[in-house]
């Protein structure tokens, strides 16, 4: 492999490594972007059938969409932990490969 050769795998590598990162971090913050606007729509929606205090039939939607919330979350949360690891995961062998092709670096200290 010629050194230009090597250069450019050096590049693209560490190109894949930081596109996997940043898509990893934008999945890490939808999830919690999505979590937090759950928890206060739940906590308004919980304000606002315990105002009288009492439970009556007439909360009986809103705790039917708690809980729809709440499992849609679920399942939001979960899908976009899987993509975060599936990103970090491809990020993990990109940085492996930069480090079988630079193994000088191991030598600094």
Known sequence: MTPEDKRDLLDLLWKMYTENTTHG????????????????????????????????????PAAAFVIALGMFGAMFSAQHYARYRQHMERAKHYRIALDRLLPQIDDLD
């Open 25 to 60: 971090r934008h999945h890490e913050t939808q999830r919690s972007t999505a979590t937090n606007l759950i928890l206060v729509l739940t906590g308004a929606i919980l304000t606002l059938t315990t105002v009288d205090k009492a439970w009556n039939l007439a909360d009986l």
